[in-house]
């Protein structure tokens, strides 16, 4: 009887191993693989619709007009095709200011901001003028005035294609259009003059040294202006379109027309040690038209 139960107990044993061994699962071994040519997708949460509107506002910002069919397809498509990557954007906005209509949208930006929206025909006109009245004059001095008001007109004139050849910098550019008889006509007098070019270069008021020392190196006195010296108003000028804040007021000022609002003073600070070196106006610009904020993707 104790040998039958001990078999049983044997025979219990080995039937509860039998069990649990059956019911240990396989075990699985994960393996890192690497699939070539796996790319990530387009991100679908971007719509067409989306892309297209970035687009026209890059065509309509830059150029002053909505792209043809052509051009907004060949854009859109290529934006698509390179998944809608930073460089792409680059390569979009490279493409429009390089053209014609960029460089003639730039100039009327900065007429209308700085001689009342005067344009290259008017301009001409006064150089015609000027030109009669000086073929009409006896008087030595009044002639060698007129040539030189002739000289400020034609560099104006001139500045939108010197300033796409690259004969010019973004200083120069601005420089020009605040030296020139049309500019004095409408800031009339030294003070005037002062407060116009710290409001379009800096987009603020001088301060009352800044406006008194402005003002007698303006009017031929040798005085300091940002602890720089001068004696006259082309010193004057050269001055303000220089100094460091006319590089950040030019910052301020593409902030405010493509994303409608100023930069914050780290925006400014990461864009500023760049343009200053290169003063490359174009790629300040492309900075900005890249971004998120302006693109929505």
Do not use: W
Request: proline residues 2%; contains cysteine; negative net charge.
């Amino acid at each position: 009887m104790d040998s039958l139960l001990f078999f049983y107990r044997i025979l219990f044993t080995i039937t509860i191993l039998m069990t649990l061994f059956s019911c240990k699962k396989n075990e699985v071994v994960h393996e890192n693989k690497i699939i070539k040519d796996n790319d990530p997708p387009l991100d679908t949460s971007v719509s067409v619709l989306t892309v297209q509107s970035y687009v026209n506002k890059l065509y309509i910002d830059l150029i002053g007009r909505e792209p043809d069919s052509l051009e907004l397809n060949d854009d859109v498509d290529y934006l698509v095709d390179n998944n809608l990557s930073n460089i792409a954007k680059g390569t979009i906005v490279e493409d429009i200011i390089s053209t014609n209509e960029y460089h003639k949208r730039l100039f009327e930006v900065l007429s209308t901001e700085m001689i009342g929206g005067v344009d290259s025909a008017d301009i001409a006109e006064q150089i015609t003028l000027f030109n009669m009245v000086k073929q009409a004059s006896t008087d030595s001095i009044e002639k060698l005035l007129l040539t030189l008001e002739i000289e400020r007109f034609e560099e104006i004139l001139s500045a939108q294609n010197d300033f796409r050849a690259g004969n010019i910098d973004v200083n120069d550019y601005y420089k020009r259009f605040i030296d020139n008889a049309i500019y004095d006509d409408i800031n009339m007098g030294s003070e005037n003059f002062v407060l116009a070019s710290f409001e379009d270069l800096y987009n603020r008021f001088p301060t009352t040294s800044e406006l008194e020392e402005g003002i007698r190196m303006v009017e031929n006195e040798s005085t300091a202006l940002f602890l720089i010296d001068g004696s006259n108003k082309g010193d004057y000028i050269n001055i303000i379109t220089s100094y460091l804040e006319f590089y950040e007021g030019i910052i301020n000022d593409n902030y405010l027309i493509f994303l409608q609002r100023e930069p914050t003073a780290t925006e400014v600070s990461d864009m500023l040690t760049d343009f200053v070196q290169s003063k490359d106006l174009q790629e300040l610009q492309k900075e900005i038209l890249i971004k998120k904020e302006y693109a929505g993707f």
